[in-house]
């Protein structure tokens, strides 16, 4: 755990850090190595893309989940194999394609995207597989699959794929994704069941053994202090369960995940620079909330302006009021609390992350924290606002804690 003194001393060099424990990232591989035997995990590099993140998770020998060319490069620059890292994202352009062909996976998210992938590999004279995004005929919480704009449906992928065995389109592997953030370890369960359903039936119709089937995520971390974390032993014991019945044995399984790797594992601090006090309120005034990491501040937001509780389709934005909980390092003993408001030095009002709480008496040059800023915290953040600048981001090592 990150201590009060690598807080405290942090501050004095930067106004507003993001700190990174490594032993954190480290403990949570193990967790999902330990109990998914046979399967082979991809990092979502999009959650947080940090060089030195990057490096400790392909040192660990995870492949990666790129949801760009520039994070495909990023990948093979920490050191992860080409035929480990999975590039699956909507819209990519021929210059993309162009630029990561034989350097990883590509992963089709449309029939226009088959197309233009084929016709790279021509240009080049290679003959690659390629991985196809399906957007499945199930949902998480069975109901009728809603319209999506990712991956090919898969009514349309089965009507394709006569057309493309004709053309010798060699599909390699596929890809399913349909939820982040879930908790819920029955429902995950259910989803994977699914999508080795779905596989079974595509190597059917194809002919041929998948070279690998890419589950997507769905875990979860607890954000709400109510939350629970997802059952891995239970979910990796379902899993194994449902292999057995059905017959894509050699494919190679993936799983991928961002946020349950490095979202606890990473904190945000910001200094109190100034306190006032208007009229009845007491305002406490941080070093880059909004800009440094905006969903604190989205969550605000959200809770004035939702009519539903659970908005959907809102993740990695916003997922649910109370995801957020804050920590204050006074430099002194305090013993005396007060009411304030947690403000940012912004030139919005919008610009707040709590209302009301009752904190340690605050001082210039104490610090808060933010938790759960491993994730979708830096890399979401508009740093360029009001040119305030970038928040340090500090990995501390597992052997120097
Ligand atoms: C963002 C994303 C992930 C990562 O989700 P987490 O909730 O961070 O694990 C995985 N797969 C795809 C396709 C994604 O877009």
């Not at 755990?1 to 501050?11: G, S, V, W």
């Not at 990174?20 to 330990?34: A, C, P």
């Not at 590039?87 to 590509?106: N, V």
């Not at 009752?358 to 800023?373: E, F, I, S």
Request: glycine content about 6%; some cysteine.
């Amino acid at each position: 755990m990150i201590t009060r003194e690598q807080i405290l001393k942090t501050a004095q060099e930067h106004d507003s850090f993001y700190l990174y424990d490594e032993s954190m990232i480290l403990k949570q591989i193990q967790t999902l190595r330990e109990h998914f035997r046979d399967v082979s995990f991809l990092y979502s590099v999009k959650c947080n893309p940090n060089p030195e993140i990057l490096q400790t998770i392909a040192g660990q020998g995870l492949g990666a989940d790129a949801a760009s060319a520039q994070e495909v490069l990023a990948s093979l620059k920490a050191g992860i194999k080409s035929e480990d890292i999975y590039y699956s994202a909507p819209g990519k352009s021929s210059r993309d394609i162009e630029q990561t062909l034989g350097k990883c996976i590509l992963v089709a998210d449309s029939v226009g995207e088959v197309e233009r992938i084929l016709e790279e590999t021509r240009k080049k004279k290679e003959t690659v597989g390629i991985g196809v995004r399906i957007h499945p005929n199930f949902s998480f919480d069975q109901e009728n699959a809603a319209p999506s704009k990712f991956g090919i449906d898969e009514e349309q992928f089965f009507s394709h794929l006569p057309k493309w065995k004709e053309d010798k389109i060699r599909i390699c592997g596929i890809h399913v994704h349909l939820r982040s953030q879930d908790l819920d370890t029955d429902r995950i369960a259910r989803y994977h069941q699914n999508v080795l359903k779905l596989a079974e039936k595509v190597q059917k119709e194809l002919g041929y053994e998948l070279d690998f089937i890419n589950l997507g995520a769905g875990i979860g971390i607890p954000y709400g202090i109510e939350d629970r974390e997802v059952d891995i032993r239970k979910l990796a014991e379902q899993f194994e369960l449902f292999k057995k019945n059905v017959s894509v044995k050699n494919a190679r399984m993936l799983i991928e995940t961002g946020r349950y790797l490095v979202g606890n594992g990473g904190f945000y601090g910001m200094k109190v620079l100034d306190k006032k006090v208007s009229r009845t309120k007491t305002y406490v005034i941080l070093s880059s909330t909004l800009n440094g990491f905006m969903r604190p501040s989205l969550a605000r937001l959200v809770e004035k302006y939702a009519k539903e509780e659970h908005p959907a389709g809102t993740e990695p934005l916003f997922t649910k009021t109370d995801a957020f909980q804050f920590t204050v390092y006074t430099q002194e003993e305090q013993e005396e609390e007060e009411r304030v408001d947690l403000v940012g030095n912004l030139c919005t009002a919008a610009d707040v992350i709590a209302e009301d709480i009752l904190l340690p008496r605050l001082q210039p040059g104490d610090v808060v924290v933010v938790n759960h800023a491993g994730s979708y915290a830096a890399t979401l953040s508009p740093f360029a606002f009001a040119s305030l600048g970038r928040p340090a981001e500090i990995l501390i090592h597992a052997g120097t804690m």
